[in-house]
């Protein structure tokens, strides 16, 4: 049965608390602050390992101390999500259902980094002699942990799908460009070159590496045909880049100030009656959480409400 919120058990304190504790911390939360800097150290610490592991002279010198510390990061982290998923049933206290808070964070994009994070370890346990060399790779994944601090991808995602038509719209343009500017430059240098443009295909590698004005000088045309093609083909890299990057700064931008718009206009809900419930600051909290606002913002946004309701 769900602890009630309004006189809360030993067990519901312990949960809420460590659902704090494992959270982004406050300022004035020093447990959670400890609690932060412990996992961001030791995911920084994962990775530094396993670019150094992929040394061979020093792979072979501090093996084992590789392995024990990466059994002592899977134990880490595997106690962690275990705590995660107990403790978020906490943050849907109201609800009545404490699985449903663990489902959430179970399928949430932190939970399943969180998953993945952990996955490779227990993969070479049920799946004897998989290569490990991949499984060293997947343990990379580890540093998206650090997104539990920072809300950078999400809001990236976020942004292109607010703008996912113009997004989309310019990735068909490219994709035209892609396979025009490979089907001519196959026909104007396949004789001059027919090992470099023996295909189209192989020419959609250059149009790619050209379009993306990344241009590596490995291929690059003979005829004046092919000149000419590749200095339209170079233009319109260039516009279509320019295209997504202003899509995506300006869709990043607009989510910032919607965020904020959203929150003020709950704020202003929340102090209309000149008080703030407890399920309204929980609700805010939430808000501010997910929209990754600072302190320093949600005080400005309240005193801007609070002079607007005062007139």
Same mark, same amino acid.
């Given at each position: $049965? =769900? ?11 312990? =949960? ?24 961001? +150290?030791?995911?920084? !610490? ?15 010198? #501090?093996?084992?101390?590789?392995? &024990? ?19 978020? %049933? ?9 699985? $449903? ?6 399928? *949430?994009? &932190? ?5 993945? +994070?952990?996955?490779? #370890?227990?993969? =070479?346990?049920?799946?004897?002699? #998989? ?16 997104? &539990? ?8 995602? *976020? ?23 490979? *089907?001519? $430059? ?15 295909? @192989? ?14 000088? @490995? ?16 233009? !319109?890299?260039?516009?279509?880049? /320019? ?5 995506? +700064? *300006? ?5 910032? /100030? ?11 809900? %929340? ?9 309204? =600051? ?30």
């Amino acid at each position: $049965m =769900q602890a009630s919120t309004d006189n809360p058990s030993l067990y519901f304190r312990v =949960q809420k608390r460590t659902m704090e504790i494992l959270d982004k911390g406050e300022h004035d939360d020093k447990a959670s602050l400890w609690c932060d800097f412990v996992i961001t +150290a030791l995911v920084l !610490l994962n990775i530094a390992a396993v670019i150094l592991e992929s040394v061979n002279s020093i792979d072979l010198a #501090y093996g084992p101390f590789f392995d &024990h510390f990466e059994l002592l990061s899977v134990g880490f982290f595997s106690v962690e999500f275990v705590l995660r998923t107990w403790s978020n %049933a906490a943050r849907y206290a109201g609800s009545g259902s404490a699985w $449903m808070g663990r489902r959430k964070y179970v399928f *949430s994009f &932190h939970g399943v980094i969180d998953l993945l +994070a952990i996955a490779p #370890y227990y993969v =070479q346990w049920f799946v004897p002699g #998989y290569d490990l060399r991949v499984l060293r790779v997947l343990r990379l994944i580890r540093v998206l942990k650090l997104s &539990h601090y920072s809300s950078a991808i999400e809001d990236l995602i *976020s942004a292109i799908k607010s703008e996912a038509r113009a997004f989309y719209a310019t990735l068909y343009i490219l994709l035209i460009a892609i396979l025009l500017s490979s *089907s001519l $430059m196959y026909f104007a240098e396949t004789e001059s070159q027919p090992e470099k443009f023996a295909s189209i295909p @192989d020419a959609i590698y250059w149009a790619i590496i050209t379009l993306t004005t990344v241009g590596y000088g @490995d291929v690059s045309p003979n005829t004046w045909v092919g000149k000419v093609i590749s200095v339209i083909t170079a233009f !319109l890299g260039v516009c279509t880049v /320019a295209m997504l990057t202003g899509i995506v +700064a *300006s869709a990043f931008s607009n989510q910032l /100030a919607r965020r904020r718009v959203i929150f003020e206009n709950q704020l202003r809900i %929340a102090m209309e009656d000149g008080e703030i419930s407890n399920t309204e =600051q929980f609700h805010l909290e939430s808000l501010k959480e997910e929209f990754n606002l600072s302190d320093e913002q949600v005080q400005a946004l309240m005193a801007k409400v609070g002079r607007e309701l005062n007139k």
